[in-house]
C-alpha cells in the first residue's frame, strides 16, 4: 500500500510539472519570438513568421537590426529616461504611500476611513479620463520662479515624476499588508516609548519586504510602460522614454527586425528588475494565497 501510495504521489507531481513547464512555455514563447526575430533580416522574419522557424534561430542570423536600430533612435538615451523616471518614481512612490497606509492602518483620525475609500475608489477611473485635464494644470503652473524667470513643467524630468507619486492602488496593499502585522509589536513599542516614526522605520518597514517588492514591481510596470503622458508633455528627445521611442522605427518605411531589437534591449530592464525582486515578489504571493 506505501508503494503504490509513493506511486501515486510521484505520478501526480510528475503531471504538475508537466503542466507547469507547458505554461511556462507558451508565457516565454513571445519573448523568444522577440529575441529570435531581432536576428533576422526582415524578408526572412516574415517568412518565417508562418511555421515553427520563427522560434528558432535558423538562416540568416546577424546582430545588424541592432547595430541599425541604434542609428535610428537613441537607444541609450530613451532607456536612461525610463530608468531614471521609474527608479524615482517607484521609491518616492514606495516612501509615501507606505507613510500613508501607516497612518491609515496605526492612527485614529477623524474621516480616516472615508478618505480611505475615496482613494480606493480612485482605481476605477481610466487616466484618459484626466489626461486633458492634467495637462491644462501642468501648462499653466510655473515649475520654478527666479530672478523673472520662470521654468514650466513640460518637457522635464519632474512632470513624468510628480503626478505619480501616490497613487491607490500602492496605498491600498501596504494597508492591506499592515492590517496583518501583529499589533502586538506597537503597543510594545509605545509603551516603551518609541515615537510613530521610529515605529514606521524600525519596526514596520523591516517587516514589509513582500509588500515592498510586489508594489514596486507593479509600479515598476506602470511607470516602465508609460506612452500617453510622456508623448504629451516631453516634445524634446533629451526627456522622452523608451515607448514614446518606439514611434521612431514606423515613421517611412517600418524595419521589423529593428523593432524587434528595440523592443529586446527595452525589455532588459524589466527583466532586471523583477529578478532582483523575485523571491520577495513570491513570498508575497504565496503569504497573500495562506491566509485566504
Known sequence: MATLAGDNYRLRLALRYAVLILIAIIFIF????????????????????????AFLPVGDISFDNY?????????????????LVTGITVLLSLFFCSLAAFSFTFLSWRGREVQL??????????????????LLLVSKLPWLSMGGVEWGWLNSYHVQIIPFIADGLTIFLFVQYFKDLPKELIEAARVEGASW??????????????????????????????????????????????????????????????VMAYLTLITLPVLAFYLVLQRSFIASIASTGVKG
Open 30 to 53: 513571445p519573448l523568444i519570438f522577440m529575441i529570435v526575430s531581432s536576428l533576422k533580416p526582415d524578408v526572412q522574419l516574415l517568412q518565417d513568421t508562418s511555421s515553427l522557424r
Open 67 to 83: 547595430k541599425n536600430a541604434s542609428e535610428r533612435a537613441p537607444i541609450g538615451l530613451f532607456m536612461f529616461n525610463s530608468v
Open 117 to 134: 475609500s475615496i482613494i480606493i475608489a480612485t482605481l476605477i477611473i481610466p487616466f484618459e479620463t484626466i489626461a486633458i485635464p492634467m
Open 197 to 258: 516614526w521610529q515605529i514606521y522605520r524600525s519596526i514596520i518597514i523591516p517587516l514589509s519586504g513582500p509588500v515592498i517588492a510586489t508594489a514596486a514591481i507593479l509600479k515598476f510596470l506602470a511607470m516602465y510602460n508609460q506612452y500617453l503622458w510622456p508623448i504629451m508633455v516631453t516634445q524634446e528627445e533629451q526627456y522622452r522614454p523608451v515607448l514614446v521611442g518606439l514611434q521612431y522605427f514606423f515613421q517611412l518605411n517600418t524595419a521589423w527586425g529593428e
